[in-house]
C-alpha cells in the first residue's frame, strides 16, 4: 500500500512538472483560458443586449470580404427603411474584442444593430485569430474590409465617404491601428501595409477600453501581466515579441500624427487598462486632433469594469451609447 501512494504521489508530482513546463514553454495552456472566459463573457454581452436591440433593423450576414481568407466574414446591419435601395448610410466598422486571440463578431452583433437603428450602417467583423495566423495578419484584414466596403457600397448600404474605425479592448487597438496606416504614410510603410481608402474617407475613430502603448500595457506585472505576454506571444507567433520591430508597431498612441483622424475615447475607472485611454487621449489632444472622452475619477461608484460600455442595464452603459451616438452624428454629418 505504501509503495503504491508512494507511486501515486510520484506521478502526481510528474503530471505538475509536466504541466507546469507546458504553461512555460507555450502560450496556449494560457491562452485556453482566455478564449474561454471571453467566449463565455461574448455570450453573455449577445444576450443581455438582445432586449435592447430595437424594431426595424435589417441586415446582409455572413459576408466574405476577403477571396481566400476563411476568417475574412462580416454582417451588416442598417435601418430596415433602407433595404432594397442602393442608399448608403455613414458607415462604422466595429472590431471585437479577445485579447488579440479570442472573440467573434456575434459578441457585438447586437451592439451594432443598437447602433444601426440610430440611422447608420455598421459592420461587425471577423479577423484570423492564432494559431491559423498571427501579427500583423488581423490588421491587414481589418484594411482589407474598408476597401470590400468601399468597393460594394451600393449593394451594402455604404456611404464609403463617411467611415468609422470603433472597437472594444483588442479590436480598440486594432482600430486605432488600421487608423493610423490610413492616415500616416509612414507609419503604413514601416507596417508594409498598402491602405485601402483614403484618408478622407476616415471621419472619425470610436475606441473603447483598449490598449495604445503596448510597452506600458500591465506594467504592474502580476497575473494579469502574464495572460497579456501570453496573448502576445501567440498574436505575435514570437516568445520574443519584445524584439520583433514590427510588433512594436502596435503601441499606435507613439507613432500618431495631427492627421489622426477625431476620437472618442471611453473606459471603465475599475478597468486596469483605464490608464492606456487616458494616456491616447493626452497624445492625441497634444496633436491638436479633436478628441472626446468618457472617463471616470477613481472614486465613482460602482466601479465600472473592462467592458462596461455594453452594460446597458446600467446608467453608465446608458451614457456611453448616448455619448458614442451623439458623437458619430457630429462626426458623419453630411460635409
Do not use: K
Request: with cysteine; aromatic share 10%; proline share 7%.
Amino acid at each position: 500500500m505504501r509503495r503504491f501512494v508512494r507511486g501515486l504521489a510520484g506521478a502526481t508530482v510528474a503530471f505538475a512538472v509536466v504541466i507546469a513546463l507546458g504553461w512555460l514553454a507555450s502560450p496556449w495552456p494560457r491562452v485556453a483560458l482566455i478564449r474561454y472566459f471571453y467566449d463565455r463573457g461574448g455570450v453573455a454581452t449577445a444576450r443581455s443586449l438582445a432586449r435592447h436591440v430595437p424594431a426595424g433593423v435589417a441586415s446582409i450576414r455572413d459576408v466574405a470580404y476577403r477571396d481566400g481568407d476563411p476568417a475574412a466574414r462580416m454582417d451588416v446591419f442598417f435601418p430596415a427603411a433602407i433595404e432594397n435601395t442602393v442608399r448608403g448610410l455613414p458607415t462604422i466598422v466595429w472590431v471585437h474584442g479577445g485579447g488579440w486571440v479570442a472573440g467573434h463578431r456575434s459578441d457585438i452583433a447586437n451592439y451594432a444593430q443598437i447602433l444601426a437603428a440610430q440611422g447608420f450602417t455598421t459592420v461587425a467583423l471577423d479577423y484570423a485569430l492564432p494559431p491559423q495566423a498571427v501579427y500583423p495578419a488581423a490588421v491587414e484584414e481589418i484594411n482589407a474590409a474598408l476597401g470590400y466596403l468601399t468597393r460594394n457600397a451600393a449593394q451594402l448600404h455604404v456611404d464609403s465617404s463617411r467611415f468609422v474605425l470603433a472597437g472594444d479592448s483588442a479590436g480598440a487597438q486594432i482600430a486605432a491601428q488600421v487608423a493610423n496606416i490610413v492616415t500616416n504614410p509612414d507609419y503604413a510603410q514601416a507596417m508594409a501595409i498598402e491602405p485601402a481608402v483614403h484618408p478622407a474617407q476616415l471621419v472619425a475613430t470610436v475606441l473603447a477600453c483598449g490598449a495604445y502603448d503596448l510597452a506600458r500595457a500591465g506594467a504592474s506585472g502580476g497575473l494579469y501581466m502574464r495572460f497579456f505576454g501570453a496573448a502576445f506571444w501567440a498574436y505575435s507567433g514570437r516568445r520574443d515579441f519584445r524584439d520583433d520591430p514590427r510588433f512594436r508597431l502596435m503601441s499606435v498612441a507613439l507613432h500618431l500624427t495631427p492627421h489622426f483622424p477625431p476620437t472618442f475615447l471611453t473606459a471603465g475607472n475599475g478597468d486596469p487598462l483605464e490608464s492606456q485611454s487616458r494616456g491616447m487621449a493626452r497624445r492625441l489632444r497634444a496633436l491638436g486632433v479633436p478628441v472626446e472622452t468618457l472617463l471616470y475619477s477613481p472614486g465613482h461608484r460602482p466601479r465600472l469594469p473592462h467592458e462596461y460600455q455594453f452594460n446597458l442595464d446600467t446608467p453608465a452603459g446608458r451614457e456611453a451609447l448616448q455619448r458614442i451616438v451623439g458623437f458619430l452624428h457630429t462626426h458623419t454629418a453630411s460635409r
